[in-house]
Nanobody
Framework: QVQLVESGGGLVQAGGSLRLSCAVSGSILSIDAMGWYRQAPGKQRELVATITGGGSTNYGDSVKGRFTISRDNAKNTVYLQMNSLKPEDTAVYYC????????????????WGQGTQVTVSS
């Protein structure tokens, strides 16, 4: 069974910073891309940032220059450093592990975390 354990969400004032972490476990052989998505009330889930195993990154337009994604391949962990937070960043943030290969399991699968709330007050 694959588990994605997210941490680091919370309440912060506008202009502040938070760091999210997501650790993936469950007999993992490799993970292609890892990333963060978010969903605000009444809105669709949107891309925040993704990172490949080789370190190539992609960011949503609204977070470019403010957020930084990184990963530790040895720990199967992805991080999201969020700076200069704005009230419009308020959302549930979901960790994603894409094309995951596991010991003794055929195929590659995508997994999602349970989500962590980020609230930015004005």
């Amino acid at each position: 069974q694959v588990q994605l354990v997210e941490s680091g969400g919370g309440l912060v004032q506008a202009g502040g910073s938070l760091r999210l972490s997501c650790a993936v476990s469950g007999s993992i052989l490799s993970i292609d891309a890892m990333g963060w998505y978010r969903q605000a009330p009444g809105k669709q889930r949107e891309l925040v940032a993704t990172i490949t195993g080789g370190g190539s990154t992609n960011y949503g337009d609204s977070v470019k220059g403010r957020f930084t994604i990184s990963r530790d391949n040895a720990k199967n962990t992805v991080y999201l450093q969020m700076n200069s937070l704005k009230p419009e960043d308020t959302a549930v943030y979901y960790c994603n592990a894409n094309r995951v290969k596991r010991v003794g399991v055929l195929g590659q699968y995508t997994y999602w975390g349970q989500g962590t709330q980020v609230t930015v007050s004005s």
